[in-house]
């Protein structure tokens, strides 16, 4: 179940994770202007990026629920050989039977 904790939580590492997105954005553009060759991010916006994502992915999994299993045996488990065949998709009214019928 969602709480406002988790919305909360949610919302702070977004906000976070798009500050560290701008940081990066911004660092770049300082570079460009000072001529300076890019080696890599400074470690404050990487240590903040990896938190808010992490921060972000804790609380979507808490709003989103619970997860249901990858595998299709899991679910089907349950059902019987009857129920597992049976696909109304594949029901077709609509064929050259009718007219048999009509003429008998």
């Known amino acids: 179940m969602a709480t406002t904790y988790h919305k909360t939580i949610t919302a702070?590492?977004?906000?976070f994770l798009f500050h560290a997105a701008?940081?990066?954005?911004?660092?770049r553009s300082?570079?460009?202007?000072t001529e300076q060759e890019f080696t890599s991010l400074p470690v404050d916006v990487i240590v903040q990026?990896?938190?808010?994502?992490?921060?972000t992915m804790y609380g979507v999994m808490y709003i989103a629920g619970d997860f249901k299993e990858?595998?299709?045996t899991?679910?089907?488990q349950s059902k019987t050989w009857e129920t597992q065949r049976n696909l109304p998709s594949f029901y077709c009214f609509n064929h050259r039977g009718r007219l048999l019928r009509s003429y008998s």
Do not use: K, P, T
Request: overall charge neutral.
């Open 30 to 33: 300082f570079l460009r202007l």
């Open 70 to 72: 990858i595998r299709a």
């Open 22 to 27: 701008y940081s990066a954005a911004q660092h």
């Open 74 to 76: 899991e679910e089907l």
């Open 49 to 55: 990026g990896i938190v808010s994502l992490f921060l």
């Open 12 to 15: 702070v590492g977004l906000i």
